[in-house]
C-alpha cells in the first residue's frame, strides 16, 4: 500500500480587473454571452469564451429546456460550437462568468464534471493545456493552468 498524493496549484485574483489585458478581455465577453443565457428554470446564467490559437473568441451560453436534462451548460455549448466551427483550432483559453438571479455570486464558479470531461476531451486531442479563468459575477476570478489540473484522475482515450 501507498499513499498518493496529488497536488494542484491555482492563482487568485482579487478581481477581473488585476487580469492582464488578454485574459480581462476574454472575460468581459463570457460576462457579456452570460446575459444570453436561456435559464427560465434554475436563474442560474453562465457565460464562457474561449481563445483561440488564431486570436478568434467563442462564446456560449447555458440553454435549459422544460425536460430538465435537455440542456446543455455554457462551456459545453461554446466548446462544441467552437470545434464545429473551427475544427483543428487549438483552444488556449477558457473564461468562464456565472450569476444568480436569486443571490450574489461572488465566489469563482468551476465547470461541472461533465463540462470538466468535454473540455478534456479537446485538452487531450491538442495536446496542450487549456488555461482556465472562473468567476462568479463579481470577487475573486480563480486560475488554473490546465483542464486536468480539475480533474484528476480522469477518463480519456489512453483509458481504453
Ligand atoms: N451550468 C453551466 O452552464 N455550467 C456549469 O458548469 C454548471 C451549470 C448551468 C446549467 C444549468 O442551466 C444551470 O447552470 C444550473 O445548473
Redesign the pocket.
Known amino acids: 500500500m501507498k499513499k498518493v498524493e496529488i497536488v494542484a496549484t491555482f492563482l487568485e485574483y482579487d478581481s477581473k480587473e488585476e487580469l492582464n489585458e488578454q485574459d480581462r478581455n476574454l472575460m468581459e465577453k463570457a460576462i457579456e454571452i452570460r446575459k444570453t443565457a436561456y435559464?427560465p428554470y434554475?436563474k442560474?446564467k453562465?457565460g464562457a469564451a474561449l481563445l483561440l490559437e488564431d486570436g478568434t473568441i467563442v462564446q456560449g451560453s447555458?440553454q435549459?429546456n422544460a425536460a430538465y436534462p435537455s440542456?446543455l451548460?455554457?462551456?459545453r455549448t461554446a466548446i462544441f460550437y467552437a470545434n464545429a466551427i473551427h475544427p483543428g483550432k487549438r483552444i488556449l483559453k477558457l473564461a468562464i462568468s456565472a450569476s444568480s438571479d436569486l443571490k450574489v455570486t461572488d465566489q469563482p464558479i468551476p465547470?461541472?464534471g461533465a463540462?470538466r470531461q468535454s473540455i478534456l476531451e479537446y485538452e487531450t486531442k491538442q495536446k496542450e493545456p487549456i488555461e482556465m479563468f472562473f468567476m462568479g459575477a463579481e470577487g475573486v476570478v480563480r486560475y488554473s493552468p490546465s483542464l486536468i489540473n480539475i480533474l484528476p484522475f480522469h477518463f480519456d482515450k489512453d483509458s481504453m
Open positions: 435559464a434554475s442560474f453562465v447555458n435549459e440542456g451548460c455554457a462551456e465547470p461541472c463540462c
